[in-house]
């Protein structure tokens, strides 16, 4: 077995030193010289990977543009739109201090704890759906979330603050 495609959109390394690549036919999971593939015939929510998170725990959660698939040792669950997460493609994940994941997608701002999906979209503050990356920054204790077209958002876990052209992005 080799790579299920050539594109790499996202990679990470878990705790055994194994590179997990996502790409636009499936995840590969390279250990040492074998390749291990999972794809939606193994499960995953949809072959179009586009993030990929190691948790504290070890599961890896990958962003598809079906849903998020987390992969638990051989079992798949797959978060998708019966479990609140909204249509599209998940761009970006990023876990914190505490064990939140936090996923970016063409359908909002996600915060997942145990299981509860909580969706931010403009109605909370964003100034845009269409998140991408998100980034915790430990020194001001704030995230920064990447959006394609509403600027660089900063969230202090209360409110959301923009930054556009209108206050010195351009």
Known sequence: ????????????????????AGTDHGVACI????????????GLANNFCRSILVDRRGRIWVGTAGGISV?????VRNLTG?????????????????????AGGAGGLMRIVAGEIRLFTEADGLPVRNTNKILWDEDNGCYWIGTWGGGLVKYDGRTFKAYGVDNGMS
Do not use: Y
Request: proline residues 3%; aromatic residues 6%.
């Open 1 to 20: 077995h080799g790579l299920p495609d050539l594109s790499i959109r996202a990679l990470a390394v878990d705790g055994r030193e194994r590179v997990w």
């Open 71 to 75: 992969l638990d040792g051989d079992a």
């Open 82 to 102: 019966a479990d609140g997460i909204p249509a599209g493609e998940i761009f970006g994940l990023r876990e914190d201090l505490d064990g939140t994941v936090w």
């Open 31 to 42: 250990d040492g010289n074998r390749i291990r593939v999972w794809t939606t015939r193994q």
